[in-house]
Structure formats: structure tokens, C-alpha cells
């Protein structure tokens, strides 16, 4: 589109009149400032990210870049204040709706409650690692391409999202890195001992 409106500015034989030109010429120069605000914006996001260890373990996930990764860090401040990973997905509103009665549990849509801007961010890296997950080898791509496979690609992204929400708590509580090839385990009940 850029090329077109400048051929089309710098063709004076065109229908175009002076007045339409001049507007269309200011048009195409706040764009070409707009583009330049954005890429301002994009190297001080890339400078935090760079600069600040959580952004930069959050950064590691499939389907989270910088601006993602610099706006949950930003907006959550302190992970410990939820309790594990399912809860940070709850604030998020990425958990699916329960519609449960008698002993019959429904799931619906997620709830979309929480932080609109961080669970959009979430979904739109998710949509890229679903529609990516077929070149990875991962264990979590592996899932993500069985599970688009098998339900389609919007849920796939959803729950995407979701594990990314669970897997960012995680790694900002404990401190460690991100591991694609990890497989969690659940902790064993313990036993109590009979007398």
C-alpha cells in the first residue's frame, strides 16, 4: 500500500485533485509517524525485556514475545500472590465456565474475566504456537498439534494460553527457567501410616 499512495501522489496525470492529494499526502506522513512511534515503542519494550530477568524468563515460552512477556510482569508484579498456576489462569480468565449439577460437571467457554489486555496477548501468542506446533518436537507441541488435531484450533489456542498462564507462575515463584522438554509430575498423596 505504501508504494501505491506514493505512485499515486507523484502521478500528477491521475484524477486526483490538489486538495485530495494534500490530504492523502498528510495521511501517509502520520502514518510513516506512526510507524516510527512503534518502532520507538518495540526497542524500549525489547530493552526491558533485556534487562529484566522475569520478562526475559517469560519470553522463553512458545507463543509469549516481549510484548507479552514485558506486560505480565508488568501487570502481575508478584506471582506469590496466587496460590499455584491454575488460580493465575482463573484470574486471567482463561478457565473454562463450570456448569455443574448433580454429580455432572459442564464445562462452557472461558469466563473471560480478569485482565482483558494480558489474556488477549496470551491468546494471539497461543493462535501463532498453534498454528506453528506441526515444526516443533517439543512435548508441549507435540500436545498442542494432538490437541488441535482433535478439537479444533481455537480451543487448542485457548488451553494454549492457559498452560503458558500455569507455566509463567510457575517459572516466576520458583525462580527457574523455562524447560519445553519438561513433563510435570504430580506429587504423590502421602501415605499415613496405619497403627
Not at 525489547?46 to 506486560?71: C, I, M, R, Y
Request: aromatic share 6%; charged share 25%.
Amino acid at each position: 500500500m505504501r508504494e501505491k499512495l506514493t505512485d499515486m501522489l507523484e502521478d500528477a496525470s491521475n484524477d486526483l485533485s490538489g486538495l485530495a492529494r494534500l490530504v492523502v499526502q498528510e495521511a501517509y506522513d502520520q502514518w510513516k509517524d506512526l510507524d516510527k512511534r512503534i518502532e520507538w515503542c518495540d526497542e524500549r519494550i525489547n530493552a526491558h525485556v533485556k534487562d529484566d530477568a522475569q520478562a526475559k524468563a517469560a519470553k522463553e515460552l512458545v507463543g509469549v514475545g516481549p510484548v507479552t512477556a514485558s506486560a505480565v510482569v508488568a501487570t502481575v508484579g508478584d506471582f506469590n500472590q496466587f496460590k499455584n498456576g491454575a488460580q493465575f489462569g482463573a484470574w486471567l480468565g482463561l478457565t473454562p465456565r463450570q456448569n455443574s449439577s448433580g454429580g455432572k460437571n459442564s464445562l462452557g467457554g472461558i469466563t473471560k474475566r480478569g485482565d482483558m489486555y494480558l489474556r488477549m496477548l496470551l491468546i494471539q501468542g497461543a493462535k501463532s504456537a498453534v498454528m506453528t506446533a506441526h515444526k516443533r518436537s517439543d512435548p508441549i507441541s507435540k500436545w498442542l498439534y494432538e490437541l488441535r488435531e482433535k478439537s479444533g484450533w481455537q480451543k487448542a489456542a485457548v488451553a494454549m494460553a492457559n498452560k503458558n498462564a500455569r507455566i509463567l507462575w510457575a517459572i516466576m515463584t520458583k525462580g527457574s527457567c523455562f524447560d519445553p522438554r519438561h513433563v510435570s509430575v504430580k506429587p504423590a498423596c502421602p501415605t499415613t501410616a496405619m497403627a
